[in-house]
């Protein structure tokens, strides 16, 4: 059975911390992991990941794959309370058109 | 470029009312189009997903149905509602395989009473 395993499930900060969020994967035929933030209503697409080593960055967020032991990490540095939301990997198996979802982890950032 | 529209954002509905809740895509065509439901806490759940007018799967056995009469149009129904049915309901669309983002609707909060 597919599985993404997201770890923590909720962490708090204060403002200027740096998080880095987990997402372990067990899905048949890899080939892609997605990353969603999701506030208070529509997650919203923030990386897809294919391959293993190769950082993608968009400001005060990145990610990275390892296709070796199956995990993705997110990291947002200098956390802000703009950041508070839900973050969400998935995966798709290989040939499927339905990614599996993890639980999310929710992120609440102190000001 | 392409938008996604989910109605009505909130619904109160009594047990055994019927449902009806709409997405529509613009902008795009031939979408993959979903429908997910979210509890509090938990990730989403797939209840439906289409690849085409009139091609529907269901991924969880329930009350539930939906429907595409057009392609771009995706309605997620049900004859009579249950208390378990209360949650967050949220349409999406993606482009080719399954390995292409998703791009979700706002969402519908669900209260049965």
């Known amino acids: 059975e597919d599985k993404v395993v997201q770890s923590p499930l909720s962490l708090v900060v204060h403002e200027g911390d740096t998080v880095t969020l987990n997402c372990s994967y067990e899905v048949t035929n890899f080939r892609s992991l997605l990353w969603y933030k999701q506030e208070k209503k529509a997650p919203t697409f923030l990386f897809m990941l294919?391959?293993?080593?190769i950082e993608k960055k968009s400001g005060r967020l990145s990610s990275i794959l390892d296709k070796k032991e199956l995990f993705s990490i997110l990291n947002i540095t200098a956390t802000q309370t703009g950041d508070s939301a839900i973050y969400l990997c998935?995966?798709?198996?290989?040939?499927?058109?339905?990614?599996?979802f993890g639980r999310g982890t929710s992120l609440i950032v102190h000001p | 470029s392409q938008t996604i529209h989910q109605w009505p954002a909130t619904l109160v509905q009594p047990v055994g009312s019927p449902l009806s809740l709409e997405c529509t895509v613009e902008g795009t065509s031939n979408p993959n189009l979903y429908w997910y439901r979210q509890a509090a806490g938990r990730g989403l759940q797939l209840l439906f997903y289409?690849?085409?007018?009139?091609?529907i799967s269901s991924e969880v056995p329930q009350n539930l149905s939906a429907s595409r009469p057009q392609d771009r149009q995706f309605i997620l129904s049900s004859k009579k509602l249950l208390l378990s049915d209360s949650g967050f309901y949220l349409c999406?669309?993606?482009?080719?395989?399954?390995?292409?983002?998703?791009?979700f609707g706002d969402g519908t909060r669900l209260s049965i009473l």
């Open positions: 998935a995966s798709p198996p290989g040939g499927s058109y339905i990614p599996t």
């Open positions: 294919t391959s293993s080593g």
């Open positions: 289409s690849v085409g007018i009139g091609q």
């Open positions: 999406a669309w993606s482009a080719g395989t399954g390995h292409q983002p998703q791009h």
